[in-house]
């Protein structure tokens, strides 16, 4: 339920910085989703992991976001 909460801050930070930011949405439910979310240590949802562009991980948020806290770390 809380990625539905979400999803709008997401969305107007991925129109915002289209062509800068590249958003994965993954559904947990699926085979594929919980595999994906086992390699990367992901147990909570939602979880957004944010990384640079050499796939470095910058950090991680879980539960609500911050759209200011995401826009400053894009700055």
Do not use: H
């Not at 990625?3 to 129109?15: D, G, Q, T």
């Not at 994965?24 to 699926?30: C, Q, R, Y």
Request: charged content about 25%.
């Amino acid at each position: 339920m809380g990625c539905v909460l979400v999803e709008p801050v997401v969305n107007r930070l991925e129109n915002e910085w289209a062509g800068q930011l590249m958003v994965l949405k993954v559904d947990v439910n699926s085979d594929a989703g919980r595999e994906l979310t086992d390699e990367m240590g992901s147990a909570a949802t939602p979880t957004f992991i944010f990384y640079d562009a050499s796939g470095v991980e910058l950090w991680r948020q879980i539960g609500s976001l911050d759209a200011d806290k995401v826009r400053a770390s894009l700055n």
